[in-house]
């Protein structure tokens, strides 16, 4: 059973920093994207940013210039550096694992908090 384990998450004020870790253990098979989505309260979970196994990254517009992902391939551990956090960016953040050539998975973690006030 794979196992994504997020953390790093707390409060801060508006335009502080925090750094989120996903550190992925039990991978039989090869992972083709790694990512980091968010759902904030009452809305559905959305993409943050994804990183590819050959380092191609997409961001969400509203993060661009702001986070950014990058992994550690022999910790097997996924990094989100957020800076210039925004209260908007308030949410849980979800790490995810995917390969999506057969055999398909897709796994997540169970999510940190992220909270930042005005």
């Known amino acids: 059973q794979v196992h994504l384990v997020e953390s790093g998450g707390g409060s801060v004020q508006a335009g502080g920093s925090l750094r989120l870790s996903c550190a992925i253990s039990?991978?039989?098979?090869?992972?083709?994207?790694w990512g980091w989505y968010r759902q904030a309260p009452g809305k559905e979970r959305d993409l943050v940013v994804t990183?590819?196994?050959?380092?191609?990254?997409n961001y969400a517009d509203s993060v661009k210039g702001r986070f950014t992902i990058s992994r550690d391939s022999a910790k097997n551990t996924l990094y989100l550096q957020m800076n210039s956090l925004k209260p908007e960016d308030t949410a849980v953040y979800y790490c995810?694992?995917?390969?999506?050539?057969?055999?398909?998975?897709?796994?997540w973690g169970v999510g940190t908090l992220v909270t930042v006030s005005s």
């Open positions: 039990n991978i039989m098979l090869s992972i083709n994207t």
């Open positions: 990183i590819t196994s050959g380092g191609s990254t």
């Open positions: 995810n694992a995917k390969r999506n050539v057969p055999p398909t998975m897709n796994y």
